[in-house]
């Protein structure tokens, strides 16, 4: 309890919100600059590197690096420069960089800021089934950018029908023999534009399979098929498979920003000027806001832009009043 009044009746240069790749990189470019850095991980912190198993395109590690031990190297240097972190969900940031910033969390504490960054990432939607979940990093993906290079002339399947599930199953031809893509309406009700279905219908290593859906991921260690159901002729039957990327989109988890920041049409945060906000003294940085690259390196990065310019940003204003 004391440790929580402490902070509480701390004012911090910087509190950023999020302890995935690009919000730790925020942390260690605050910390080295002598702002007083408050990081809020959340209740579950590390982001999407967590469920991760080998990152191999992360630059400095030839030899590839488990996800989780990524985040905890991160942390750690973090830790080094004097980032606080606290393990706590953010569920209100209110206020503004004249009066300061007051940030409440999930089991009630408040913490003051005269900047923020928010970097509280994005979430894969997901099929909502118990073996997905299970065999999340053995075989079940959101990522073929990531995750791809693991299925060397393996067989593999895309579930989506939009242009990013095109996208997964074009870029996954590069590895796979066979790439299915299951879509659970007809053709002519493909989501994907025109030129990204013609690109995948071209391919011979591309087969679609529609009108049907995923009703079980099989494998005990990894994943070895999926049961799927056509709703059109009602045959359910197993398809062998190797791996499974699901490709219907993800989430910004920008909801205890929304009428706080402005945001765009799907939920992310709009930006201009790289990662300065709708609100002065309110930076943003990685998936929360970047829906096309999603990757570990480009949020660190962002991360790191978003930390200069908060930096920048509070040498060159006045102090708020708090």
Request: with cysteine; hydrophobic share 40%; aromatic share 10%.
């Amino acid at each position: 309890m004391m440790y929580n009044f402490f902070m509480q009746e701390s004012i911090f240069d910087v509190i950023i919100i999020g302890s995935g790749p690009s919000g730790l990189t925020a942390g260690i470019y605050t910390a080295r600059a002598d702002l007083k850095t408050l990081l809020l991980g959340g209740s579950s912190p590390g982001g999407q590197l967590l469920i991760t198993s080998e990152v191999e395109n992360f630059p400095a590690f030839p030899n590839g690096i488990l996800g989780p031990e990524l985040i905890a190297n991160m942390k750690k240097q973090a830790e080094k420069f004097g980032v606080v972190f606290v393990d706590e969900d953010c569920v209100s940031v209110i206020g503004s960089f004249a009066e300061g910033f007051v940030v409440k969390t999930g089991v009630g504490n408040v913490y003051k800021a005269k900047s923020i960054i928010v970097a509280t990432g994005a979430s894969a939607r997901w099929l909502g089934l118990e073996n997905e979940t299970r065999l999340k990093g053995k075989g079940v993906s959101a990522c073929a950018t990531c995750d791809g290079f693991f299925f060397k002339n393996k067989i593999v399947a895309v579930v989506g029908g939009g242009d990013a599930a095109m996208e997964e199953a074009t870029f996954l031809t590069k590895f796979a023999c066979k790439v299915y893509v299951l879509y659970r309406k007809g053709k002519s009700d493909l989501r994907a534009s025109q030129i990204m279905q013609e690109r995948a219908f071209s391919d011979s290593r591309i087969t679609f399979v529609f009108d049907t859906e995923v009703k079980d991921v099989l494998g005990k260690d990894f994943v070895e098929g999926m049961r799927i159901f056509n709703g059109k002729t009602n045959e359910e039957k197993v398809l062998k498979v190797d791996g499974l990327f699901v490709a219907i989109g993800h989430e910004p988890n920008t909801g205890f920003v929304k009428g706080f920041l402005d945001l765009d049409s799907k939920g992310y945060i709009k930006t201009s000027d790289f990662t300065k906000t709708s609100k002065e003294g309110v930076f943003v940085s990685g998936d929360v806001a970047d829906f096309k690259y999603r990757q570990a390196i480009t949020a660190a990065g962002f991360g790191c832009m978003a930390a200069i310019d908060a930096e920048r940003f509070l040498a060159n204003e006045r102090p708020p009043r708090i």
